[in-house]
């Protein structure tokens, strides 16, 4: 099955589509309750060549602007739920979590980890009461897969999104979504970027 995942935003339409806008990849922005945008990949393949082309990994992975955050990332990988986020500080950081079917949590490779009241505490609505032992129940049980866990974390946590994800609701039928296609200008910039760093790598390398 092919990867699934979604970029969770807190912040107004107007600024995601425009953030959107400015990216690699095709999304539909989705305007949900609470204060969240759910930007979801229109298709599997982003804007850029490879290996920059994975349309999901290039959403989950792009800098998080401040007035956009706390911005949490949520990918169904194979059997593993990935989850990052993004806390709103001075210098934004993506910090990540990883669930296994039969183990709960694990360690998300090399990628720099989080705990699970950051995570909380991060996308939690701050009149609500806390959520952290819930969501701690959730991701410490290896029980279930990786749709259900992912379902009753984002129920805990008081935030939207999952239906998208597990297929159960097309972001395209929603009201409200708008589709975002990525400026051209922008994403010739990346490339020439890439290109340069690729061209400084090989040339220290000599």
Known sequence: ?????????????????????????AVHVVPQEG?????CPLGERSEAPPPYDGALTALLARPVPRRLCPAL??????????????????????????WEPGV?????????ITTVATLAAAVGRPNKAP??????????????????VLTDLLRA????????VSGDSHAGTQPHAVAVIPERQDVSRFERRTRED????EESQR
């Open 104 to 112: 709960g949590l694990v360690r998300p490779g090399t990628l720099p």
């Open 198 to 201: 690729h061209r400084w790598h």
């Open 131 to 148: 959520t952290t032992d819930l969501a701690a129940r959730v991701l410490r049980d290896g029980r279930g897969t990786a749709d259900q």
């Open 157 to 164: 946590l008081d935030v939207p999104g999952a239906q998208f």
């Open 35 to 39: 204060g969240w945008v759910v930007v």
């Open 1 to 25: 099955m092919t990867d699934r995942g979604v970029l969770l935003l807190r912040a107004d339409a107007d600024r995601a589509v425009a953030w959107a806008r400015r990216g690699l990849v």
């Open 73 to 98: 990332g949520v990918a169904v990988v194979g059997e593993r739920l990935i989850l990052n986020v993004v806390v709103p500080a001075i210098r934004p950081r993506r910090l990540w979590l990883a």
